[in-house]
């Protein structure tokens, strides 16, 4: 079993700053990509930024510039520092990995429990 744990959300002001963490433990023989996603009341289920081994971060456009993504591929974590934040932030945050678990078992995603943040005055 592969289970990921988020932390780091709450209620922040317009324009303030959250930081996010996301912590893969469990059966995990390899991680490829390691992202967020969000999911507003009564919207669906929408990118915020992916991160892979190779290439360069992914962002949604209503993110890029205000929202970083890394990794601590040692610690099989993954970090969202998000800034100048917006009440259209407002969102559970939920962190997703693509694990394969076993060396000869296939490769699937993986979400956490997901995390509010509150971007409100």
């Known amino acids: 079993q592969v289970q990921l744990v988020e932390s780091g959300g709450g209620l922040v002001q317009p324009g303030g700053s959250l930081r996010l963490s996301c912590a893969a433990s469990?059966?995990?023989?390899?991680?490829?990509?390691m992202g967020w996603y969000r999911q507003a009341p009564e919207k669906q289920r929408e990118l915020v930024a992916t991160s892979t081994p190779t290439e360069s971060p992914n962002y949604a456009d209503s993110v890029k510039g205000r929202f970083t993504i890394s990794r601590d591929r040692a610690k099989n974590t993954v970090y969202l520092q998000m800034d100048s934040l917006k009440p259209e932030d407002t969102a559970v945050y939920y962190c997703n990995a693509y694990v394969q678990p076993n060396y000869d078992a296939p490769w699937r995603d993986y979400w956490g429990q997901g995390t509010w943040v509150t971007v409100a005055s």
């Open positions: 469990g059966s995990i023989w390899n991680i490829n990509t």
